[in-house]
């Protein structure tokens, strides 16, 4: 619980989040307006001459697993949403063309996954890896081969769970020409895949737990670890931090109000961290 006004979080506490609330209401804005920009520059990087090719197959493969990743977002916030494909719609284009009903579960995810398939089996994506099996910053940020992999993982396991997974509550949830929009039943096959999927990133061997001792110095020796800096550390984005598959740099401590209470004197306090 955090009683600023400020803090999303507070909707919930509330019951004040509806469709209308700022914070969803910007989230499905944002996330919509990424997908058009994402359809934008699909439809016209191949006319930019003077960019080498292999970038164009890089930068194209990035925008496409960017545009799953921001439907997959949409899914977890609103389950079922319209699919808009690759079309880049006009501002003169009749509001009509723009209703679209929403598609399944199963089809945002089915979507959601041949996509992310495509471009990490195309080989164009970078890696987090350098030519010598070393950890690299230089592409934080950047949706990579490993985090496109990541995600794929964490997408299979969304769809394997309950509430999209033939959960009763939903059930009888249906779009305006009567076609069901979650599944009727469940299937234990979506737990393989998130088994499977989760497994192949494990068994790469190119990540592992980073362990701090007491002085947040990196040590191997589980016994020499420090439990609290090792955990500390983990969401810092650091070049020798072979524990993250998709982030951005930013060692700082700023980000450390998710492992302990920021505020001091919680009356007054002022700052952000929320």
């Known amino acids: 619980y955090l009683p600023w006004s400020q803090c999303e979080g507070n909707n919930i506490i509330l019951g004040t989040l509806y469709p209308s609330t700022g914070y969803v209401r910007n989230q499905w804005t944002a996330y919509y307006r990424g997908i058009q920009k994402a359809n934008g ?7 930019c001459k003077p960019m080498p090719e292999n970038e164009k197959a890089w930068t194209k493969a990035e925008v496409r697993a960017l545009r799953a990743y921001f439907y997959f977002n949409l899914v977890r916030q609103f389950g079922p949403v319209p699919l808009i494909g690759d079309r880049v719609y006009n501002i003169d284009d ?3 063309d723009m209703t679209l009903p929403r598609a399944s579960v199963d089809s945002c995810f089915e979507y959601i996954i041949s996509e992310l398939q495509a471009v ?12 010598a099996g070393a950890f ?7 949706l990579t081969q490993e985090a496109a992999e990541g995600i794929l993982s964490v997408v299979y396991l969304y769809r394997a769970s309950y509430v999209f997974n033939g959960d009763s509550y939903y059930q009888g949830m249906k779009n305006v020409d009567g076609s069901s929009l979650f ?23 190119k990540y592992a737990l980073v362990l701090r001792d007491i002085t947040g110095k990196r040590v191997t020796d589980i016994k020499e670890s420090d439990p609290y800096n090792s955990c500390f550390y983990s969401a810092i984005g650091r070049s020798d931090n072979e524990e993250m598959i998709f982030f951005r740099t930013g060692p700082n401590n700023n980000i450390y109000y998710q492992m302990r209470p920021k505020h001091s004197g919680i009356q007054n306090a002022q700052s952000g961290g929320c």
């Open 41 to 47: 520059y699909l439809a016209k990087i191949d006319e």
């Open 136 to 142: 690299d910053d230089q592409f934080a940020g950047n």
């Open 183 to 205: 599944p009727q039943s469940a299937d234990p096959k979506k737990w393989e895949d998130a088994r499977d999927a989760a497994k192949k990133i494990i068994d790469s061997g």
């Open 94 to 96: 009749p509001l009509e």
């Open 120 to 131: 990490i089996n195309s080989g164009n994506l970078i890696s987090q890896f350098n030519g």
